[in-house]
T-cell receptor
Framework: EAGVAQSPRYKIIEKRQSVAFWCNPISGHATLYWYQQILGQGPKLLIQFQNNGVVDDSQLPKDRFSAERLKGVDSTLKIQPAKLEDSAVYLC?????????????FGEGSRLTVL | GENVEQHPSTLSVQEGDSAVIKCTYSDSASNYFPWYKQELGKGPQLIIDIRSNVGEKKDQRIAVTLNKTAKHFSLHITETQPEDSAVYFCAASISNNDMRFGAGTRLTVKP
């Protein structure tokens, strides 16, 4: 079974530039998450989708971050304009959202460096 | 919202010894508590989880205990091996929504 795919793996930009990350979840997984992981910290939830609807975006800095999940499959996370403090690994995860398993399957992440 | 605290931040043990990582959570409504292992350059991977209707769960060398009254849960790894070296995260959520992670514990198992 193919895992969660993310791209690009690495991105370096200057502050005030924009960047976009792409995620393809495991086939059949209805729920998709974007997490921000700053070096030395645990993942912080940015946004959670159920199919193509937003379940929780309370921690998403909406003045600069946006995310969409068209057709309930792939998702993109955009940052515009980027700040130095946005340097982090952006992790995408997906899950079945059934009652039996709550397991999140993570991709390898997209590492962003803002200079 | 939920707040998860994790201790210690680093842990070093000799191969064959046991390792214990502890977490506390703030929201009494949380009912799902997974543990994830993250190796360098990879995303976190689930190693064990426990739901609030169970006090303990074991899977080979790994066990998790949950004390709902005290709102804390712990990961126990016995007979540690060098390949157990990684960063471990605890997490808590309400019915799989809004999963909050602890800050992580870097475990080093010395041969």
């Amino acid at each position: 079974e193919a895992g969660v795919a993310q791209s690009p793996r690495y991105k370096i930009i200057e502050k005030r530039q924009s960047v976009a990350f792409w995620c393809n979840p495991i086939s059949g997984h209805a729920t998709l998450y974007w997490y921000q992981q700053i070096l030395g910290q645990g993942p912080k939830l940015l946004i959670q989708f159920q199919n193509n609807g937003v379940v929780d975006d309370s921690q998403l800095p909406k003045d600069r971050f946006s995310a969409e999940r068209l057709k309930g499959v792939d998702s993109t996370l955009k940052i515009q304009p980027a700040k130095l403090e946005d340097s982090a690994v952006y992790l995408c995860a997906s899950s079945l959202r059934d009652r039996v398993s709550g397991e999140l399957f993570f991709g390898e992440g997209s590492r962003l460096t803002v200079l | 919202g939920e707040n998860v605290e994790q201790h210690p931040s680093t842990l070093s043990v000799q191969e064959g010894d046991s390792a214990v990582i502890k977490c506390t959570y703030s929201d009494s409504a949380s009912n799902y508590f997974p543990w994830y292992k993250q190796e360098l350059g990879k995303g976190p991977q689930l190693i064990i989880d426990i739901r609030s209707n169970v006090g303990e769960k074991k899977d080979q060398r790994i066990a998790v205990t949950l004390n709902k009254t005290a709102k804390h849960f712990s990961l126990h790894i016995t007979e540690t091996q060098p390949e157990d070296s990684a960063v471990y995260f605890c997490a808590a959520s309400i019915s799989n929504n809004d999963m909050r992670f602890g800050a992580g514990t870097r475990l080093t198992v010395k041969p």
